[in-house]
Structures are given as C-alpha cells and as structure tokens.
C-alpha cells in the first residue's frame, strides 16, 4: 500500500510523530501541493491524506487509482465528498482530537479582552506605571466573569468543553444547538433557542460547524439583538459570521470585542474589515496547533487507515463503506 501526504509540513513541522501512518505501507510526505503538483504528488497512491490541498470533482481522473481519502482534519470541505463518493471512494476525517485544545484557546481570547493583559504589559515596558505616579493604574477597567452569562451556538464536545470552564469561572452558561439532549449536571445550565441566546448573553461563542444554514448566522440582524457591549468568540469557521457587519457593530460598541481565530479567507486579504476594527483579537488559526492535538489527528488518522484496510471504515463522511 502507498500512502501520500500531500500538505504534511502544518501538521509536522518536525515536533510530532509519522511513525503511526509511515508503519502502515509505503509513504510519501510532501510539504504542500500545488494545483499543478497534484497529478505528479498522487500517482501511484493508495491513500491520499490531505489537510487544506483541495479535492475537487475536475481532480477524479487524477484520482482514479486512489481507494480511500484521509482528511487531517474535522472540517472536510476542501474535498468534493460527493464525486468521490460516485467514486466509491471512502473519506475519512478525524475528529475530537483537540477538544481541550479549541476550547482553551477561546476562554484565552476571552480572558484577553477581559483583562487585557498584554495592553496593560505593553503599557509598563513603556515607563507609563513609572510616569502615572500612582500604586495602580488601568487603561481600561478589567471585566469579572464571575456571574455573567455565556451562550454557546453548538453543543458537541468543543462546545460542552468550553461550558465547563465558563462554569468554572462562575458563568452562567446556555446553549443553543439543533438537537438538545444530555444536559450538564452543572448549573444554572439551560438550552435555548438562537433569539434568546443572543439577546440574554454577555459572551457568545461559537462552536457549531459551518454549512448552508449557519453561514454568516452572525450578521447585521443577529448582532443587532445582541446585548450591547457582548463579547463574540469565535473558533470555529470564519464563514460563521459576516465581518463587515462585526466590524461595523465593534466600531459602533454595539459589540464589546470580538476574539477570533477564523476568518472568512485565510489568510485575510489587505481589506478585511477586522483587521482595522476595534476591540479585536485575531489568531492566525492556531486553537488546533498544540503538539497534543496534532500527534493525535495522525494517531486517528491511522487508525482510520486501519479500520478501512479491515473492511470496515470509520470516519466516514460520504456513507462510502
């Protein structure tokens, strides 16, 4: 069996382990693969792990010898599951591999714009501590947690996660998700639907997948009925939210701050609204990044390699068995 990896080097750039998929047939890794490469890199292969190089339907002739698609990732619409599927071709993506990891990186944000640390950092190095002439100074007041309300839009394990630190910093936390069920047993914990959510939280965060129906689901109307000076997270999909409208809502303290580590195209264009807008933390998609979650997207990965060699794929996102 030959395995190719066609955009190893954002997942390995040296400081995790190969070795689950490499022991499992021949491999090729490459660092990335261009349009032009991907008839060169593929040929030949069995399977074809991809984590951001596209899969498109004009890419199947290419693929035609290719029994099974690994996506290094949860999200997995870089790859046309659809073709691949009248392919009979089986797509396999990994997930729950860094669920701690997202859900620190958003309570991160959240603290940030709370507490505005480095600002404040930032400030001392400066000599203004020195020049103020007081024991203690703030360049805007900190915000407490401690009693104030988090709404998640989703409630899969990211979501779940980021409940429970929000509670452990004395949150109030409530959920809106297409299918409610299996409550917390902290409390106060409530679902709810979208329209309250919005209008009853100080901080939404977003944890729920991008598809046809939660495209932009924040945008002019949604933020409008937000609390004034609520505080948005997002580290889920960029397309989750219209950004000139957040940026219009930042500018205008309809929307207190705004903690992101997705955006709409990555990496931004020059005009990205965000980039310019107040009251704004943006991370260049790296909730996903710690070492821990990465070992384990290439563990489950071959373990899906695995279970698909034996007859019985998992992971599969285009019902190809």
Known sequence: MKIVILDGAVLNPGDVDWSPVTSLGETVIHAETSPAELAEHVAGADVVLTNKTPLRRDDMDTLRHVRMVGVLATGYNVVDIDALAERGIPVCNVVAYGVGDVAQHAMALLLELCRRTSLHTESVRQGEWQACGSWCYWKVPPICLEGLTMGLVGFGS?????????????????????????????????????????????????HCPLTDETRQCINARSLASMRRGAILLNTARGGLVDEAAAAEALRSGRLGGLGTDVLSSEPPTADNPLLAAPNTLITPHIAWATARARQNIIDLTAENIRCWQAGAPVNVVNGVK
């Open 158 to 206: 990211i979501g779940r996660r980021m409940g429970e630190l929000a509670h452990a910093f004395g949150m109030n936390v409530q959920a809106c998700c297409r299918t409610p069920r299996e409550p917390p047993s902290y409390r106060p914990f409530a679902f709810v639907d979208m329209a309250r959510l919005l209008e009853t939280s100080d901080v939404v965060s977003l």
